[in-house]
């Protein structure tokens, strides 16, 4: 039997596709099928769970429990959008005679406004990173999560989360690449005079993560190319063929369950900046010095579009 490190990091029982397949294949409209079809939602693989995210909030997480599909989100993306002032008498809130939350899925509008919800508590960090979530084919995932060995430093084990993680091919095979986003106010991608900035000891942290838990990983990915896949096919099935192409490297491994893999050495995406801040002299010697301790691992891409690229 696998350990946690070596059991596979990815995994959705046949069952448990061949459920979303047939919710998808519902004449009815449902929840499974707005999420299908809306291209500002981007669902991450789990194991035996999706995680639907909108601007870093997972509105939707589903999960496979005794061979039934469960949906939840958190009650904070169920607040109805209205513009209503509520009285405070007496020290209480005297709230309407309507429901001021979803009650129960009513279309595509619920979710329409659980997106809606959700936009209030991203902040410029996810937002700025979702239309590269949602448009670059070559993002297979995103807030990976990964358990990091105790030491005698830290005697609890902590956890590290790298925001994306993109499948780019090679001259010998699919391989995955992490990357940390950091907007361009972060202070942790600065420090003055000799100091390194913070950003550079978190990646170090996840490449020890990475390391230890790479052949988990790679298992785990073929997994996910192949739960893509077959997501994708229903996209295709509920939009009438009118569904995004996969990354082929994606194909590939669901195709061969070759395992793609592993780049350990995180890089770091930093976005969120015009012109002016990029060309600041100030701005240009704490990059120098991101690009010196990360070598060629680091992009700085602006304000991402649709049309960005997390990797070249």
């Known amino acids: 039997m696998m350990d946690a490190v070596t059991a596979a990091h990815r995994k959705l029982d046949t069952d448990f596709l061949n459920a979303l397949e047939a919710l998808a294949a519902t004449p009815a ?38 061979g039934r599909i469960v949906p939840s989100t958190h009650v904070k993306y169920l607040v109805r959008q209205a513009q209503t002032y509520v009285p405070l008498i007496d020290g209480r809130f005297q709230y309407p005679a309507a429901a001021s939350m979803w009650e129960s899925y009513e279309g595509a509008e619920t979710l329409r406004q659980m997106m809606r919800a959700a936009t ?25 999560a990964l358990t990091r060995a105790a ?11 790298l925001d994306a993680a993109v499948i780019r091919n ?32 978190q990646i170090k942290d996840y490449e020890s993560a990475l390391t230890r838990y790479a052949n988990a990983l790679k298992e785990g990915y073929v997994e996910v190319a192949s739960a893509l896949v077959r997501i994708n096919a229903m996209k295709k099935l509920v939009r009438s063929g009118d569904a995004p192409t996969l990354h082929d490297a994606i194909l590939h491994i ?36 991101l690009e010196h301790h990360l070598g060629g691992r680091v992009r700085a891409i602006g304000n991402p579009t649709r049309q960005s690229v997390a990797i070249r």
């Open 254 to 289: 669901a195709e061969s369950k070759i395992p793609p893999a592993i780049d350990a050495k995180p890089h770091l995406l930093i976005f969120g900046f015009d012109k002016a801040q990029r060309d600041d002299p100030a701005w240009r010697v704490h990059l120098q010095k």
């Open 29 to 66: 409209p449902n929840w499974w099928r707005d999420v299908l079809t809306n291209d500002d939602l981007f669902i991450a693989v789990r194991r035996n769970s999706l995680n639907v995210y909108y601007r870093g909030a997972s509105i939707f997480k589903i999960d496979w429990v005794n």
């Open 151 to 161: 030491t005698e430093e830290a005697a609890t084990q902590q956890q590290d989360r």
């Open 170 to 201: 090679t001259k010998t095979g699919p391989e995955v690449v992490f990357c940390e986003a950091k907007h361009f106010t972060n202070v942790a991608l600065r420090a003055n005079g000799d100091g390194l900035p913070t950003v550079i000891g």
């Open 120 to 144: 209030s508590f991203a902040g410029a960090e996810k937002s700025g990173l979702h239309p590269l979530l949602v448009g670059d084919p070559s993002i297979i995932d995103a807030e990976i």
